[in-house]
């Protein structure tokens, strides 16, 4: 079963217990309302009748007590008495003049079988002195009989009996209930139709978010989003947060289609540079196996370069386990650490590699909050592209900031071109595409990860002919 048919249902059936209840009180008040207005017209009529009777002078007729001890027969209202009221009496309702054993003295006609019923309960009742009401069938019709004592003097006692068909009122409180019914089943026809219209346009928003769903499952597209341009309520809510959470889904699957790629790309390129001296180690390792071997001058020269080409693995392993530990974001130690000293001890010890090159340090005493063996890393490398790329001087700038400490590496070397600077930090990559120029570029992204680890950035800025500019932000301490 839908939510929507189950919305639908509850309310009709919220309703329809609300119809039953208002249903119920109406047809009960009503039926209370129409017989008390019976009972209040019988109250009144008995009290007129009651008092005519009090005035009646009997036309022949023998009080009960007088003469036989048998009861007189019945008489009718105008051989009775000559009073207005008890010869014309209302035409809805029913009156009877009984002895006080219940014995009927006067009716319309004088006859025995007008007499109204009268239980024994009621005539204990009336002859205790008091009034009495009940229902009864009358003519097969149902009537209500309101029987009241009437002391005309000690030898004269009465009972008086006043009824009305409840035919009437029944048939108004069946047409009452008919009605009630037949309306209350065509407002919940109405109210199931509104209902699963309401239920429809309020779960709108919920089945364009099923509909989203399943177009994303169904054709991987992760730019589609839920419109809503409804209120900020629950479901808008809903809305808001699954948009949010394909923008997070997206982005997260952009991220690992990037982190696939450059995955791929990087071991293309491990394989690219670890093949060749590979290649040279395997082809030094067969000639050294050759028979007759060769002479011993091309062993030594063959013996060289299988050592230059291991130390060129080693590195490039290295190198490799570096950004590995970066990729897998172990954070490097930040305490506070002088940097005078490590600038002084790195351009100490790149003087000594390149001791024909002139090297400008300036900074004063700044503290940064890094990791010592991680800054000096940095720095080496860094001058060692310097050195690499430019015959001119190298300047080496150090000043603080407001919260961090700015270093800037300035060389006088050719410079990048502006469509390769987007690459540059790029593993493998290398603007420079000159072999006689040793390395694997893996240099400056190593330097990057290692000083993003420290929670600063690095930023190249250079233009052709003009020479590079490397600057670095570290948080100070």
């Known amino acids: 079963m ?8 509850l309310y009709n059936i919220i309703l329809a217990i609300t119809l039953l209840i208002f249903g119920v009180a109406l047809y009960s008040i009503q039926a209370s309302t129409i017989h008390n207005a019976i009972k209040k017209d019988l109250l ?27 009861p007189p027969p019945p008489v009718p209202f105008q051989h009775f008495s000559d009073e207005h009221d008890l010869q014309r009496l209302p035409e809805r309702e029913i009156v009877r003049i009984l002895d006080s054993s219940g014995n009927l003295l006067v009716s319309p006609l004088g006859l025995e079988e007008e007499a109204l019923p009268l239980s024994k309960q009621g005539l ?15 003519n097969n019709e149902p009537i209500l009989i309101y029987s009241r004592p009437i002391s005309l003097d000690a030898h004269n006692n009465y009972i008086l009996q006043i009824a009305r068909p409840l035919t009437e009122s029944q048939r108004s409180l069946a047409a009452l209930s008919r009605t009630l019914l037949i309306a209350s089943l065509v407002t919940l026809l109405i109210a199931f139709g509104i209902g699963w219209a309401l239920a429809g346009v309020t779960l709108r928003p919920i089945q364009l978010i099923t509909q989203t769903a399943q177009r994303i499952g169904s054709e991987r597209d992760l730019t589609r ?26 982005q997260a699957y ?22 060749t001296p590979l290649t040279t180690l395997r082809g030094n390792l067969g000639l050294l196996r050759r028979t007759p071997p060769i002479p011993p001058a091309e062993q030594n020269d063959i013996l060289n370069d299988m050592v230059e080409e291991s130390d060129r693995l080693i590195r490039l392993v290295n190198n490799l386990l ?41 900074s004063p005493d700044l503290t940064i909050l890094g990791d010592r ?21 190298i300047h080496i700038h150090a000043h603080p900031a407001e919260n961090h400490v700015e270093i800037k590496i300035q060389d006088q070397g050719p410079g990048i071109p502006a469509e390769k600077l987007p690459h540059i930090f790029d593993r493998f990559y290398r603007a420079e595409q000159d072999t006689a120029v040793s390395g694997f570029g893996l240099g400056l992204p190593i330097a990057k990860a290692l000083v993003e680890g420290q929670g600063g950035s690095i930023q190249l800025d250079s233009q052709p002919g003009q020479g590079s500019c490397i600057t670095l932000h570290f948080i100070k301490a």
Not at 225 to 250: C, K, W
Not at 254 to 275: I, M
Not at 373 to 393: H, R, V
Request: with cysteine.
């Open 44 to 70: 009144s009529s008995s009290q007129r009748i009651e008092s005519s009777l009090l005035r009646a002078s009997p036309l022949g007729f023998m009080p009960p007590g007088i003469g036989s001890s048998q």
């Open 124 to 138: 204990d009742a009336l002859q205790n002195g008091r009034d009495w009401w009940e229902t009864a069938n009358y």
């Open 322 to 362: 570096v950004l590995a530990r970066a990729d897998a974001q172990r954070t490097l130690l930040r305490a506070p650490l002088a940097i005078l000293p490590v600038l002084q001890d790195v351009c100490r010890q790149a003087q000594t590699l390149a001791p024909h090159r002139t090297i400008k340090l300036t």
């Open 254 to 275: 952009q991220q690992v289609a990037e982190s696939l790629s450059q995955q791929r790309k990087f071991v293309a390129d491990v394989s690219h540079e670890l093949r």
């Open 225 to 250: 989003r839920v419109t809503y341009a409804g209120p900020p309520d629950e479901i808008g809510q809903l809305a808001d947060t699954f948009n949010s959470m394909l923008h997070q889904i997206e």
């Open 373 to 393: 063996d991680a800054f000096k890393q940095i720095l080496l490398i860094l001058l060692d592209n310097a050195l690499k790329y430019t015959q001119g001087d």
């Open 2 to 9: 839908s939510i929507r048919l189950r919305f639908t249902l």
